[in-house]
Every structure is written in C-alpha cells, then in structure tokens.
DNA sequence: TCTGGGGTCCTAGGACCC
DNA sequence: TCTGGGGTCCTAGGACCC
C-alpha cells in the first residue's frame, strides 16, 4: 500500500444565490439576473396576489435592474449576467449601465440558509470532517475517507457533486490538493460545475503562473505594494527572499507570504468554532443628521440593539464588549467600543452602552450607516460557570484576607 | 446616481500588574 | 531618581473574506 497524503478540499457552490433562485423561477434560466438591493420580500415584489405558481410568473413581470433606484451592491449575478461584466460587491447603479435589461430579485437569506444547511449535509453524510465557511462554500478533510484518495480526490470530489445535485437541484466546484491554500485556489479553475486536483508538484507549472491577487488573504492593498514593488505573479513572490518580504510587510504578513507562494499551509481543518462578536447594521435609505434627524436615528438604534440582543439570545451567547460603528456620508467610518463588568444579551443593557459609546464620536457629518456589535462572547452556560469561578475567588481572596 | 451586511484577524499604543 | 521587562486587557482602525 503506498502512502497516505494529506487531501484537502475545497468546495465552492456555483453563483449559489442566484442558483437558489433559478430553482424558484426556472424560467429566468439562461437570463442575466441579479440579486441584491431592497430588503423587500419576494411576494411583494413579483407577485403580490400570490394566486399563480411562482414558475408560472412571465419574464415580463419581473423588475428590471434598470428601473432601480437607490443604494446598494449585488449580492451574486447568474453567469449569463457576468457575461456583461458584472460581478459581486458591485454598486447596483454601476451594474444597471452595463446591463440595463439585467432582471433584478431581491435576497432572500431564509432560503439560502436551507439550501446551505441541504448541501453540507450531503457532504458530511460522505465526508465528516468538514469546516463551515460561510453559506457557500466549505473545507473537507478527505485525507482519511474510503476513497479520498483515488486519483487524487477526484473520485470522491465528483460522487460528492454529484449526490448534491440530486438533493438540491444545485452545482459547485472542488478543489482538492494537499492543503486548504491549494485547494482553494484549485476550486476557482474549471468553474462552474468544475473539479480541479492539484498535487505538490504542480506548484511551479499551475500555482506560480497565477496573479498573487489569487491567494486568499491577499486583497486589493497587498496586491497593489506588489505591484508597487514589482510583483505581479505567485511565481515571482516566491523567488523572494524571506527577509525581503519581512523588511516590507513586516514579520507576520511576510513570512505568511512566503510559505503561501512556496504552496505551504498546515492549516487544519477545524470542525467547530465559536463566534467572536455578532452584530446588526444598517445603510439609511438617504443619509441622517445626527440633530435633524434625531428621532429617526434614535429609533433606528434602539432597533438595532434589540435586533443584535434578540440575536445572542436565540443562539445562546452573553457578551461584554458592546460597540457601535457610524460611516459618514464621506463613507470614512470609526468604531468606538466598551468593556462592561459583566457578560449580558440584555436589549436596554446593550443600548445603554451603545449610547455611552455613541456619545465619544464626532457628529457633525452627516451619516450613512449604523451598527451594533456585542464582543467577547460566552455561552449562556461558559458564562455562569465564569460567574461562579469569580464569586469563589472573592471567597478566596476574602478569606486570604482574614487570615 | 459609486460603494451591503456579517464576520475574523492583526497591529499598535496605553494602562496596569508583577 | 530617571527608570527593566514581560504579560494581559482594552480600544481604534484597517485589511480581508463570504
């Protein structure tokens, strides 16, 4: 028996949320259709009489990209809208002129959330060791499933697309390679409907021809000081010297660069994880005056703080650093935050120091966005257990002190 | 007609403690 | 009197990701 390598894979869900909906509207199949905008419902947008079957709705009478008006990004664009050069976390205005006659839908994430909850548990029916990351996509540990490793992952990596396209009617893209990096990257190459398997020595001829924009955790600013210094490949970061890269992005960043353009991450795949911090915001339809539109701003906050602690409380998390974020109309933004002597999911705790907060930044400018976030968070049930481990150190140190 | 919402992680300075 | 070194927590901002 030879021996056994380290598989990893990467599994990307092909434009999951307009898939989702060309499930609902399959007669927008092949069409350019985004999704993004208005928080509206489904219903009252399309079809307020509720009195045909959704797939029986004409193309006619669905909105037009065109026809929108107001702020906002797209979410995900069908291929056949990407086609015009659109593409996610793109202003809807910018979208609209390169694609006027796009049909637009608004995001439903209930149904995603179905969807994504559908799929992974296709997954980790085959393949347990499996790391969420986010909605649409996900890590598998293949190293160790009956049939990880023929030929590479592929084998199990097709049984894999294949069994999610019989329960949810939706395709995606594999990676598999000898680390989440790799695999990464290897999901994006035969896109959509795509398996792409990449072994050690593949690094020179199929990672090195790539932009460094390609490894993920190398956004647009690392991108452009390698421009600026002369990088534009993977292949040409890796023939950088350690300590060059240390002197120009610092010990961290720089010794990270270098194992990730020499293909190298040990990474594990991590099954579970618990949140750092949940929090709700908000961009107003128009912007707001902190003096002149006082009332709707205080509403508009108190909301979110009650969102946020209805939040904890469903999932079962207490925090004790409560912070606010504002972005001005100029779109800077600033935080400012606060650590309270106990943990709370309490809607009027967390408003109050929302407030306290709220009071420390600047409020000429007039604003564009709100937020609340609630930090440093415990179970409901690791909190009362810290709660009691302090009451017994004040024993203790009561105590010390007596004698 | 610019630029959503929900996250994570890192850095860096200051406070405070030993 | 002129001054260490480490560790941890808190706060603000920023890069990055989905």
Not at 33 to 60: C, F, M, N, Y
Not at 110 to 126: G, L, N
Not at 208 to 218: D, Q, V, Y
Not at 336 to 361: F, M, W, Y
Request: glycine content about 8%; some cysteine; overall charge positive.
């Amino acid at each position: 028996m030879s021996e056994k390598i380290r598989r990893i894979a990467h599994l990307d869900m092909d434009a999951f949320y307009a898939s989702v909906e060309l499930l609902r509207y399959p007669q927008l199949q092949g069409l350019p259709v985004v999704i993004g905008g208005g928080r509206r419902s489904v219903d009252e947008t399309i079809d307020p009489a509720q009195e045909r079957p959704l797939h029986k709705i004409p193309i006619s009478e669905f909105p037009l990209l065109k026809d929108y008006t107001g702020r906002g990004v797209i979410t995900t664009a069908t291929y056949a809208a990407r086609q015009f050069g659109i593409g996610s976390a793109m202003g809807l205005m910018k979208a609209a002129k390169l694609c006027p006659q796009a049909l637009m839908l608004p995001v439903d994430f209930a149904q995603y959330r179905k969807y994504s909850k559908a799929f992974k548990t296709v997954i980790t029916d085959i393949a347990p060791l499996m790391e969420d990351r986010g909605v649409d996509e996900v890590y598998i540990d293949f190293t160790d499933v009956p049939g990880g490793q023929r030929e590479g992952g592929r084998v199990l990596a097709r049984l894999i697309q294949k069994t999610i396209f019989e329960a949810t009617g939706l395709t995606c893209s594999v990676g598999v390679a000898p680390n989440k990096l790799l695999a990464k990257m290897a999901s994006e190459f035969n896109k959509p409907k795509g398996i792409a398997v990449i072994y050690a020595e593949d690094l020179q001829s199929r990672i090195w021809p790539l932009a460094c924009r390609k490894i993920n955790g190398i956004g647009p600013k690392a991108d452009e000081k390698l421009r600026q210094l002369g990088i534009q490949t993977i292949g040409e970061l890796a023939q950088k010297e350690l300590h060059w890269l240390i002197e120009h992005f610092g010990p961290s960043t720089g010794a990270w660069m270098h194992r990730a353009a020499n293909g190298q991450d040990d990474r594990p795949v991590v099954l579970e994880s618990e949140p750092v911090s949940i929090s709700r915001e908000t961009t107003f339809e128009r912007d707001l005056h902190a003096v002149r539109d006082k009332a709707e701003l205080g509403a508009i906050f108190t909301r979110l703080c009650e969102q946020v602690a209805a939040d904890l409380q469903r999932k079962g998390y207490v925090g004790k650093t409560i912070g606010i974020k504002l972005r001005y109309s100029d779109f800077r933004s600033v935080t400012r935050d606060l650590t309270g002597p106990s943990h709370t999911d309490n809607a009027q705790t967390i408003r109050h120091s929302a407030g306290l907060c709220l009071k420390r930044v600047p409020l000429k400018q007039a604003l564009r966005l709100l937020g609340v976030r609630v930090g440093s968070l415990l179970t409901v049930n690791n909190a009362r257990a810290v709660e009691r481990l302090r009451t017994d150190d004040n024993l203790h140190d009561t105590m010390g002190q007596l004698f």
